[in-house]
C-alpha cells in the first residue's frame, strides 16, 4: 500500500510554513521573509519563489510503487539553477549536487544564485564544535550556520568559486573572491584546494596560504603546526589551518575582537562583525 501523503500551508504573522506529511513526519519550510510586509512589486516573484520550493520538496517524497529512489531527479544542483529558470528572491532551497540526498540551503539569488556555506551575523550559534559537528553541519540555514564539510564536498567536488563577504566593526564592507575552490572527501579529511590565481578583493589575498590542507578541529588536529590551531588560537573553530592561519579564523568567538574572535591575519589580528560564505560553479572551461 502506497505511503500516504499529504500538504498543508500554515500561514500566520510570521510567515508562511509549508508541511510535507511523509507518513508520521514532516518537512516545514519557512518564508524567509514576514509575508504580511511584502509589497505589491514583489509579492509575484516571492510567491513564485515559494512555488519553486513546495515543488522540490514534492519530489523530494515521490516514491515508485513501495521502492524509495536513491537518486532524486528534477533536483536542482544548487542554487545558480534555480536563479537560471527565473527564480529570483533569496531564500531556503532544497538542492542536490550529485543526484543523491537532498539538503536545504540558503540561497543569494540578489547577486547571481550564490549558494551560502556558512554565515556568522550575531553569535547566536556556538561554533565551538568537535569534528562530527563540522562535518554533518549545525545552525540555521536562515541564519548562523555552517552548512556541514560533506555537503560542501558535494558542492565543490568538480570545482567552484569561493566568496568572502566580510563586514568591519566600524560598518564597512570587504571581500575576496577566488575563482578555483575544491573540498576533498572524508577520506582526506576533507582536505582544500584554492587557486590565487585571477584573485578579486579588496584587501590583500590570503586564503591561499590555506592550499592543500586538512580541516582542523579542537578534537582533531590536522594543522601543519606543532601545536593544536584551532585549539590554541581560534577559540575552538573549525577550518583549514595551516600554521595557523591568514583567512582562518572565521569561524571563532562572535565578538571577541582579539585572536580568537572572528577575524583574519594581515601583520595583525582584524576583528570582524560578519561573514558570509558562498560557492558558486566555476564560469567556462575549466
Same mark, same amino acid.
Given at each position: 500500500?502506497?505511503?500516504?501523503?499529504?500538504?498543508?500551508?500554515?500561514?500566520?504573522?510570521?510567515?508562511?510554513?509549508?508541511?510535507?506529511?511523509?507518513?508520521?513526519?514532516?518537512?516545514?519550510?519557512?518564508?524567509?521573509?514576514?509575508? $504580511?510586509?511584502?509589497?505589491?512589486?514583489?509579492?509575484?516573484?516571492?510567491?513564485?519563489?515559494?512555488?519553486?520550493?513546495?515543488?522540490?520538496?514534492?519530489?523530494?517524497? +515521490?516514491?515508485?510503487?513501495?521502492?524509495?529512489?536513491?537518486?532524486?531527479?528534477?533536483?536542482?544542483?544548487?542554487?545558480?539553477?534555480?536563479?537560471?529558470?527565473?527564480?529570483?528572491?533569496?531564500?531556503? $532551497?532544497?538542492?542536490?549536487?550529485?543526484? %543523491?540526498?537532498?539538503?536545504?540551503?540558503?540561497?543569494?539569488?540578489?547577486?547571481?544564485?550564490?549558494?551560502?556555506?556558512?554565515?556568522?551575523?550575531?553569535?547566536?550559534?556556538?561554533?565551538?564544535?568537535?569534528?562530527?559537528?563540522?562535518?554533518?553541519?549545525?545552525?540555521?540555514?536562515?541564519?548562523?550556520?555552517?552548512?556541514?564539510?560533506?555537503?560542501?564536498?558535494?558542492?565543490? %567536488?568538480?570545482?567552484?568559486?569561493? $566568496?568572502?563577504?566580510? +563586514?568591519?566593526?566600524?560598518?564597512?564592507?570587504?571581500?575576496?573572491?577566488?575563482?578555483?575552490?575544491?573540498?576533498?572527501?572524508?577520506?582526506?579529511?576533507?582536505?582544500?584546494?584554492?587557486?590565487?590565481?585571477?584573485?578579486?578583493?579588496?584587501?590583500?589575498?590570503?586564503?591561499?596560504?590555506?592550499?592543500?590542507?586538512?580541516?582542523?578541529?579542537?578534537?582533531?588536529?590536522?594543522?601543519?603546526?606543532?601545536?593544536?590551531?584551532?585549539k590554541d588560537y581560534a577559540d575552538g573553530g573549525g577550518w583549514w589551518y595551516k600554521a595557523c592561519y591568514r583567512l582562518g579564523m572565521v569561524n571563532g568567538v562572535y565578538g571577541k575582537k582579539e585572536e580568537g574572535g572572528i577575524g583574519y591575519w594581515d601583520t595583525k589580528f582584524i576583528p570582524l562583525k560578519s561573514v558570509t560564505i558562498k560557492v558558486k560553479k566555476i564560469n567556462g572551461v575549466c
Amino acid at each position: 500500500m502506497a505511503t500516504e501523503r499529504f500538504l498543508i500551508a500554515v500561514f500566520s504573522i510570521f510567515g508562511i510554513c509549508v508541511y510535507f506529511v511523509y507518513g508520521n513526519s514532516f518537512v516545514c519550510l519557512p518564508s524567509s521573509d514576514n509575508w $504580511y510586509a511584502m509589497s505589491e512589486n514583489n509579492t509575484n516573484e516571492r510567491l513564485q519563489a515559494l512555488e519553486e520550493q513546495v515543488k522540490q520538496l514534492q519530489k523530494l517524497l +515521490q516514491t515508485d510503487g513501495a521502492t524509495k529512489h536513491t537518486t532524486i531527479e528534477g533536483v536542482p544542483s544548487d542554487c545558480e539553477e534555480i536563479y537560471s529558470s527565473g527564480i529570483k528572491s533569496d531564500g531556503v $532551497y532544497a538542492i542536490s549536487p550529485d543526484g %543523491r540526498c537532498p539538503f536545504f540551503v540558503y540561497c543569494d539569488m540578489q547577486n547571481g544564485g550564490w549558494t551560502i556555506i556558512q554565515r556568522r551575523l550575531d553569535g547566536r550559534v556556538n561554533f565551538y564544535k568537535q569534528w562530527d559537528a563540522y562535518v554533518t553541519g549545525f545552525g540555521n540555514v536562515e541564519r548562523e550556520h555552517w552548512l556541514g564539510l560533506e555537503k560542501i564536498h558535494r558542492l565543490t %567536488r568538480d570545482g567552484a568559486q569561493i $566568496y568572502f563577504d566580510l +563586514q568591519n566593526w566600524d560598518g564597512s564592507k570587504s571581500d575576496a573572491h577566488y575563482k578555483v575552490f575544491t573540498v576533498h572527501g572524508a577520506s582526506t579529511d576533507y582536505s582544500m584546494n584554492v587557486n590565487a590565481h585571477g584573485y578579486q578583493g579588496s584587501f590583500k589575498e590570503l586564503f591561499s596560504y590555506h592550499d592543500n590542507t586538512k580541516f582542523s578541529t579542537y578534537d582533531r588536529d590536522n594543522d601543519a603546526s606543532s601545536s593544536n590551531c584551532c585549539k590554541d588560537y581560534a577559540d575552538g573553530g573549525g577550518w583549514w589551518y595551516k600554521a595557523c592561519y591568514r583567512l582562518g579564523m572565521v569561524n571563532g568567538v562572535y565578538g571577541k575582537k582579539e585572536e580568537g574572535g572572528i577575524g583574519y591575519w594581515d601583520t595583525k589580528f582584524i576583528p570582524l562583525k560578519s561573514v558570509t560564505i558562498k560557492v558558486k560553479k566555476i564560469n567556462g572551461v575549466c
